[in-house]
């Protein structure tokens, strides 16, 4: 945790950060981002909010939504539309 905020990052064998997910707010995710987000969720509500970045690019940002009593991972790409391929 960094400043209140969670950050993983998977480092390889040669000492290289290849993958790191950061917690965000929703008020800081970019327009598209946070629309695409909130389309995604439905009705459900938003909680933990990360970006999921590979070589140092952001590649995706992923939300947890809660709907009634159970929880579900939702992803969006950059540019704020629903990933084919979760990351």
Do not use: W
């Amino acid at each position: 945790t960094f400043n209140g905020h969670g950050k993983d990052m998977l480092i390889n064998k040669q000492g290289k950060i290849v993958e790191t997910e950061e917690e965000v707010t929703l008020l800081s995710l970019p327009p598209a981002v946070k629309d695409g987000l909130m389309k995604t969720a439905g009705a459900g509500t938003i909680g933990k909010i990360e970006f999921l970045a590979k070589n140092g690019k952001i590649v995706a940002y992923e939300a947890v939504v809660k709907t009634g009593a159970s929880n579900r991972e939702i992803q969006v790409g950059p540019g704020g539309h629903k990933l084919v391929h979760l990351e």
